[in-house]
């Protein structure tokens, strides 16, 4: 899977946009950055005062675990949009391992963690199938 | 609704990621161009060769009209962020009226469409809440 292009390109962009299931069968969509390890991708909740919004994540994700994450980039050129979305699994981890090296791989992809890491929970979504669109070379952006 | 920094921001967005419920209960995400139609927004399936993704969308809202629309913009200043997420309920519509206000208010928006508009099925999406976040200034992106 890391060789694929839609992988590669999933793991250079900068945000996706997380989509998961609300207790009451609606969709929920919000904007993540995100940080691949091996193959899961993780994200999480930062030091920010907690909303509404980012509890609802957690407890979507806690309800039905099924969650897709869609990175893309929109250009008014459309020959050359592409999209990424990867389907999988996620499980909230408030500490232990798994969250250091969460937060250890979210750190190294944005320096805007590296001031303040994010301290909260992170989900850990392991991948089920990675689909893609469109231009999907690295250098695209 | 139509006077809020919300609604003005989603309306001058030019690309969102649509969420919707699979019918065996998963998250689907798509990006959509979309055009707000008074208090509603449209999105159309195009010309394009139809692939799984762009029906499942219409599978989707089918099968569970509960959809939502987030449009967001990134920077690396985090302290510019913002996104705009409308919550609703999706109908599928082929032809009449209403699809064809649908198809004027795309063509409208975007030039792209101008030179061949969409004639596929539009999903039209009745807003029941819009939540927001962040610089919502109409020029702040």
Redesign the interface.
């Known amino acids: 899977m890391r060789t694929t292009p839609a992988f590669t390109r999933l793991a250079l962009a900068?945000?996706g946009?997380l989509?998961?299931?609300r207790p009451d069968?609606?969709?929920?969509?919000?904007?993540v950055v995100y940080a691949m390890v091996d193959d899961t991708i993780v994200t999480a909740v930062d030091h920010k005062p907690k909303?509404t919004?980012r509890l609802q994540r957690l407890a979507n994700v806690r309800s039905?675990p099924?969650?897709?994450?869609?990175a893309?980039h929109?250009r008014?050129d459309?020959t050359a949009?592409w999209?990424v979305?990867a389907?999988g699994k996620g499980t909230v981890v408030e500490a232990g391992p798994t969250h250091a090296g969460a937060i250890e791989a979210l750190v190294a992809k944005y320096?805007?963690y590296r001031r303040r890491p994010p301290s909260g929970p992170v989900i850990v979504i392991a991948v089920d199938q990675i689909?893609g669109?469109g231009d999907l070379r690295p250098d695209a952006e």
């Not at 099924?66 to 869609?70: A, E, G, T």
Request: net charge neutral; aromatic share 12%.
């Open positions: 900068r945000v946009v989509a998961t299931v069968g609606r969709p929920h969509a919000v904007p909303s919004t039905n099924q969650v897709s994450l869609l893309q929109y008014e459309w949009l999209w979305r389907d320096e805007q689909a669109w």
